[in-house]
T-cell receptor
């Protein structure tokens, strides 16, 4: 079945550092891909999405490109802030939404 | 209200008791979902509904039941709670089966 594998955490960074969270997927069809973010004590919020190969999703300085050839959707941000501290989930959707295990990111001032 | 509302926010429940977690959305979304979130396991789908009147099983349906009598409401029932059902439960909805899902704030359930 469809599945998502994302980089294990936790990840600890200093402010203004570069962040990459790796995500790869397995799917039989042509899924849409998403990154969700969960701040402490809150539900999941959609961060960005891409619906077809070579699409780039972007939001709040985060970017991810849908790479069909490598079945990947890595999340990147060039300069993180303390407010980016959260748990990040990669997800794919064919007929249902499947999530990775989540990566906890902590940004230190 | 706007979006998805879950109730209660948290609950401590004795093992063996019956419990219904409530979920209401006002976005007129066709599809709704229940997930549980456990540390290290991410989110796992319990049950889903493509449209009012239909439901389906997800990855971890045992011990849970759902109903979808109308578009807005998607309650999750634990018939006889067990400690392994201690988790944070999230309800979500989406326009259809291809679009992004919107999540509620979650219900933290502790079964003792």
């Amino acid at each position: 079945g469809d599945s998502v594998t994302q980089m294990e955490g936790p990840v600890t960074l200093s402010e203004e550092a570069f962040l990459t969270i790796n995500c790869t997927y397995t799917a039989t069809g042509y899924p849409s891909l998403f990154w969700y973010v969960q701040y402490p004590g809150e539900g999941l919020q959609l961060l960005l999405k891409a619906t077809k190969a070579d699409d780039k999703g972007s939001n709040k300085g985060f970017e991810a490109t849908y790479r069909k050839e490598t079945t990947s959707f890595h999340l990147e941000k060039g300069s993180v802030q303390v407010s980016d501290s959260a748990v990040y989930f990669c997800a794919l959707r064919d007929y249902k939404l499947s999530f990775g295990a989540g990566t906890t990111v902590t940004v230190r001032a | 209200i706007a979006g998805i509302t879950q109730a209660p926010t948290s609950q401590i429940l004795a093992a063996g008791r019956r419990m219904t977690l409530r979920c209401t959305q006002d976005m007129r979304h066709n599809a709704m979902y229940w997930y549980r979130q456990d540390l290290g396991l991410g989110l796992r789908l319990i049950h889903y509904s493509n449209t009012a009147g239909t439901t389906g099983k997800g990855e971890v349906p045992d011990g849970y039941s759902v109903s979808r009598a109308n578009t807005d409401d998607f309650p999750l029932t634990l018939a006889s709670a067990v400690p392994s059902q201690t988790s944070v439960y999230f309800c979500a909805s989406s326009t259809d089966l291809k679009t992004e899902a919107f999540f509620g704030q979650g219900t933290r359930l502790t079964v003792v």
